[in-house]
């Protein structure tokens, strides 16, 4: 009959078997062009003249020197390290070394200041005045004073007497004179008693008048006991670094 030429075929797929499928051709696929890359490379490298092997020794000779870059770059920053620490270091000895240096010099200097009391003919024998000594302090027209009374003599008795000291200049135009005790708190009196047997050192700080600009300082030291003496001597206005190791 006409309508048995018409017969509709139904064909059922499983769902599994279609994703099968379709894994088999994505491997396919991706197998084909790996093989593809690989023989592109080696067409590559066979029409530049590169050897694959010798190009992957390259790779991994490559990664090795990048490596020990880096490792020659963190010695070097450690050597660096080392050198601010060592050239620090250093510094610091050479300062002692000149702290040392300056310490004995002022020790020699001191050695030679007794040395001389002690042994007669170095220097005049009697009863002198050392130059007076003067150093700025922190405050401005502050200043630390340093006078020194000795004795050089072959058999050293003890010495009484008394001392004053005077601090001349200018101000408000004119001439102007302070005895040392009205600019010094460390002072008790004007007149200074002295009793000493090899020397005596009167020090202390001295806070200038405003306005006083000072030129000299007088000092003078008369001895009553044993026997009378005087010594007179006029310094100028000098300021020095710091006190040395005479007369402490």
């Known amino acids: 009959m006409k309508g048995d030429r018409y017969r509709t075929v139904v064909r059922r797929y499983h769902v599994r078997h ?25 067409a590559a490298f066979s029409g530049s003249g590169i050897d694959p092997q010798r190009y992957r020794a390259q790779g991994v000779a490559l ?20 050198h601010e ?14 702290s040392q240096k300056e310490q004995i010099a002022g020790l020699e200097e001191g050695i030679r200041f007794y040395r001389s009391l002690m042994a007669p003919g170095e220097i005049t024998q009697g009863f002198s005045l050392r130059k ?33 000291a005077e601090v001349a200049g200018q101000q408000a135009g004119g001439p102007r004179t302070y005895p040392l005790a009205e600019l010094s ?19 202390g700080d001295l806070v200038l008048p405003d306005g006083f600009e000072p030129q000299s300082i007088s000092v003078v030291a008369t001895l009553s006991k044993p026997d009378k003496a005087e010594a007179r001597e006029q310094y100028p206005w000098q300021v020095q670094e710091k006190f040395t190791h005479v007369g402490k």
């Open 18 to 42: 279609r994703q099968i499928v379709v894994l088999v051709l994505t491997l396919a696929a991706a197998l084909v062009m790996a093989a593809g890359f690989a023989l592109g490379r080696q």
């Open 132 to 164: 007076i000594e003067l150093v700025s302090r922190d405050e401005p027209g502050r200043y630390g004073f340093r006078i020194v009374a000795q004795q050089e003599a072959r058999q050293h008795t003890t010495l009484h007497g008394e001392l004053y």
């Open 63 to 82: 990664a090795a020197a990048r490596s020990e870059q880096a490792e020659l770059k963190r010695q070097m920053g450690v050597m660096t390290t080392r």
């Open 185 to 203: 708190a460390d002072l008790e009196s004007t007149i200074l008693p002295l009793r000493f047997r090899y020397f005596q050192s009167i020090e």
């Open 85 to 98: 620490v060592d050239r620090a270091a250093l510094e610091l000895v050479r300062q002692e070394l000149a």
